[in-house]
């Protein structure tokens, strides 16, 4: 038996697609994951939530609005949101 240094051995097939298959799990464990969002609304100090329209646009709204707001429907059923959207059940 002889004893082959790796060093000298080109990248074969069976070495390298499992490492190119565990190169496609690293955004599924969270690894891909950017924090500009996150540092961009640390840095500003306001915190945003985001809101649905009636007409199906998304809105940001800062968070102490929110908090100052008044709640004229607190709990409303499905068909009764599709109605407001203008969509029919």
């Excluded at 690293?26 to 500009?36: E, T």
């Excluded at 100052?68 to 959207?85: A, E, G, P, R, T």
């Amino acid at each position: 038996m002889s004893n082959s240094s790796k060093k000298g051995k080109p990248l074969s097939r069976r070495s390298f697609l499992p490492i190119l298959g565990t190169s496609f799990l690293f955004p599924f464990l969270g690894f891909g994951k950017s924090s500009s969002k996150k540092t961009i609304s640390k840095s500003t100090g306001n915190e945003y939530e985001t809101l649905l329209k009636p007409d199906g646009t998304i809105v940001k709204v800062k968070a102490s609005a929110l908090k100052n707001s008044k709640v004229i429907h607190k709990n409303i059923s499905n068909s009764s949101f599709l109605n407001w959207l203008g969509k029919k059940v």
